[in-house]
């Protein structure tokens, strides 16, 4: 791996994208990549349909109330990625990564040591969140997996010594009826299912966070281009270029603008779904962990981990995108502004007087997506939780 590669913005993202058979970008192999794509998407298809069967199946076969919860919980979570695929997908959000690795090319260009500086502080922000969120995701999903395997097998001998009765559950034992002495075949199902709804849930909250740091730099990276424009203005002032400079500085604020509007455009209705729905999966897990044992409630704390870094990153980032935009007004008043002429003075007001108008990203239609969204998300999911229990 080049230094430039690990140095790009998406140096971490790319290749989980990639895994996931969603990357759309044109590659070397891309008919084989093709094929591979369709694998997985058809794999996830399948863990959809599995989930749904298994709900049926314990609700028909009249399974422990904990166990119904659990189920469901799951139910909502790969349904709320199936909507989230199909939202990235109806948009095409997949596209604006485009956007990205252009920009990676236009820094790499650049003799501006305080942009390139910004820059490389968001990729490393960005690979931090990356991080993060792969390793608790996998240790949750193998530690699931691992817990209730393992609790069954203790069921199973319980039941041989006291010729329980009991109707014993292991999740997915019904998919294979005729092997009902070999739970090597459910374990590697369960593990199977664990990889795909990890991986797709990894990466639907990876690129919208990267797509959320992207467009906060863009911001910074105005404020910082901000210095060098009033420098020029003032270095012109008896020239005639400063038309031109105003044009430059216009253009790339209205790119900006549009940018984090039309990404507003492509994650509204994700961000309204994480807000409904998130609050409920919180709840429904830590219901459910009333009903486990020790080790069992080890493996759903690090999903509520999950989902409460998540709701974090997810307000936090929409919030610094709105802060982000009205600091351009601040930093443009905080140059020599004074110093220029009549006629630079009336054309700045006009920028200043636009990046005074904050740039939201939104629940839906609906309000701005705040740090206090966040608070509000968790506050429902306490007020479900008090009424599950």
Not at 219 to 235: M, R, T, V
Not at 255 to 275: A, C, G
Not at 299 to 321: A, H, K, M, T
């Amino acid at each position: 791996m080049s230094v430039e590669y690990k140095k790009s913005f998406l140096g971490l993202v790319r290749p989980l994208i990639l895994v996931a058979g969603f990357w759309p970008l044109p590659l070397t192999y891309q008919k084989c990549y093709n094929i591979y794509s369709i694998i997985v998407k058809f794999s996830f298809l399948i863990c959809l349909i599995t989930i749904l069967y298994e709900m049926l199946h314990i609700l028909q076969h009249h399974y422990d109330l904990n166990i119904i919860i659990t189920t469901f919980g799951m139910v909502i979570t790969v349904g709320k990625m199936l909507i989230k695929l199909s939202i990235y997908h109806k948009f095409n959000t997949w596209a604006l990564l485009k956007q990205v690795v252009e920009k990676d090319e236009e820094i790499k260009k650049s003799d501006d040591e305080n942009v390139k500086a910004s820059y490389l502080k968001k990729i490393q922000l960005i690979n931090i969140y990356v991080t993060i969120l792969v390793m608790i995701t996998a240790v949750g999903q193998i530690g699931i997996c691992t817990s209730g395997y393992l609790k069954f097998l203790q069921y199973k001998q319980e039941s041989q010594l006291t010729n329980s009765t009991k109707k014993q559950y292991l999740m997915f034992k019904s998919l294979f009826p005729h092997q009902m002495d070999n739970y090597y075949y459910v374990l590697t199902f369960q593990l199977y299912w664990a990889w795909i709804i990890g991986l797709i849930n990894t990466i639907t909250t990876v690129l919208f966070l990267a797509l959320l740091v992207y467009a906060r730099f863009l911001l910074e990276g105005l404020q910082i281009y901000s210095g060098k424009f009033i420098i020029d203005l003032l270095a012109n002032q008896k020239g005639k270029n400063n038309i031109e400079t105003f044009k430059k500085f216009l253009d790339r604020h209205c790119y900006v603008i549009e940018f984090v509007q039309d990404l507003n455009q492509h994650l509204k209705y994700i961000t309204l779904l994480q807000f409904i729905f998130d609050s409920v999966d919180l709840a429904s897990i830590l219901s459910t962990t009333e009903f486990k044992s020790g080790l069992e409630n080890l493996w759903l704390y690090f999903y509520v981990i999950i989902l409460i870094i998540q709701i974090y990153l997810l307000g936090w980032n929409c919030n610094e995108i709105t802060v982000q935009s009205i600091q351009l007004a601040e930093t443009l008043y905080d140059t020599n502004w004074y110093l220029l002429s009549r006629e630079d003075l009336f054309n700045l007001q006009f920028i200043i007087a636009r990046a005074q108008k904050p740039l939201f990203m939104t629940i839906g239609p609906f309000s701005p997506m705040t740090t206090s969204s966040v608070i509000t998300i968790w506050k429902t999911a306490f007020s479900y939780y008090t009424i599950m229990n």
